[in-house]
DNA sequence: TATGTTGTTCAGCACGGGTTCAGGGGGAGC
DNA sequence: GCTCCCCCTGAACCCGTGCTGAACAACATA
């Protein structure tokens, strides 16, 4: 389940994008609408985030862009508790749901899984990539039914990278992901912490990828490139 | 078995929350009619508990596009005193049965397992996990069926880890459900009151996830993924 | 008022786990 | 082949987190 967050305050974004991940989906993120339209339009996501003020390009734009090209994803708009047209100009452009800023993540996340229900089942909160099992909500990682014993760290650079299976991830997007702050860059804790896992849940499981990050695959069905 | 309130008091709310949680249910709260509405209308309740009077969307509105959505769960809805109007239209909306403000928890209570009984056998007061049973209305304790002596502190605690078994809960989301006013982040009570647990219940049953907070599970049979 | 029960604070301790470092291996490019 | 650079690995360090026993405070009970 992919999900994709246009939000341009760092602050929220950051929230949203670790909610909706702690619930399971796979997220990417974009901050303005330039960006965001480029990822829904290029990337097939089962449900789309989409906040209407936005730099670059305005969040109605990107929507009408998006139902013109054809894409159907389910949208839910985000809105300032202020400003009535637009959320009327994103519904006539395509929205599905609206929310009005604030709002309760719960409440989000309960609108997300109404509009994700029908078209894909229910959203879990385990990964699957493999034999390997990654239980979000209990922080528990599973190999072939049997319980692996990770460290917190370990679990979410390991929920991170099964959040986004078969592509490469930066080093450098690893820390953002797993720490608030950016620390030393040049340390090199990450692998470690990778050394450390392939040791858990089996070497061929991460890949490196020489100069770029590294990869969670599935071991036996190698997929095509 | 669970269950919705809907109801603008905040403190109320809350209270209300409590309550049908200590009781065995798993509670959603809503403050405003829309988002019960939708609430109601996307997750499969038990059981509703309807103030009928509420800012954005009426109670009685509500209720009608439920039950005209094909909605059937039991409804129980909360009136003012003096609002002896809103009563009979709440009932011919397709109300199961009402409450008037002020109301003693108990009898609200009396009234759900009423409202359930019939509906889905009967309510579960209590939460069994392994060996340990916590018999949520009696607020006690047993461990294969051996009462064991826990303070109010130590049970809610209990309850609420035993609601959401198997999940990593923090340490603030404990405090935010064991107090009523957030109180001293710096303050090893929680530590405290899981340590008491452990020598009571056994060692083994409540995990700690180092950095993330305590999992209740089943020491036995540890699950599958 | 005396007494027991329950909630909170404190200090000390143990250990898990994150970070760092040094050294070795092995692609990739020439 | 050689060299460079990136990556891996084992071990050690050391800080923070969490556990524990006990004392203290708040409260109810008799």
């Known amino acids: ?3 994709l967050v246009v939000e341009d305050d760092p602050d929220l974004n950051r929230q949203l994008g670790r ?3 702690d619930a399971g989906y796979a997220v990417d993120a974009a901050v303005d609408g330039e960006d965001g339209h480029f990822m829904g339009d290029t ?3 089962d449900v789309v985030v989409l ?7 305005d969040g109605v734009t990107v929507l009408e862009r998006w139902r013109q090209a054809g ?5 839910l708009i985000l809105t300032a508790r202020d400003r009535w047209s637009e959320k009327v100009a994103g519904f006539d452009a395509g929205a599905d749901d ?3 800023k604030p709002f309760h993540t719960e409440e989000l996340l309960a609108r997300m899984r109404a509009l994700t229900r029908r078209a894909a089942g229910h959203t879990t909160a385990t990964i699957e990539c493999g034999g390997l099992s990654i239980d979000t909500r209990g922080a528990r990682v599973f190999i072939d039914g049997a319980p692996v014993k990770v460290t917190s760290h370990e679990f979410r650079m390991l929920s991170y990278l099964a959040h986004h299976q078969d592509r490469v991830i930066s080093r450098t997007e690893l820390v953002e992901h797993i720490y608030d702050q950016d620390f030393d860059r040049d ?7 990778v050394g450390r896992l392939r040791k ?4 061929d499981r991460i890949e490196t990828v020489r100069g770029l990050g590294y990869r969670l695959v599935d071991p036996v069905a190698r997929p095509v490139s």
């Open 71 to 75: 894409r159907d994803f389910p949208v």
């Open 200 to 203: 858990k849940i089996g070497t």
């Open 51 to 57: 906040d209407l003020g936005l730099p670059k390009m």
């Open 43 to 45: 990337e097939p996501y």
């Open 1 to 3: 389940m992919r999900a």
């Open 187 to 193: 340390s090199n804790t990450i692998e470690v912490f």
């Open 19 to 21: 909610a909706l991940e």
């Open 98 to 100: 609206y929310l009005t």
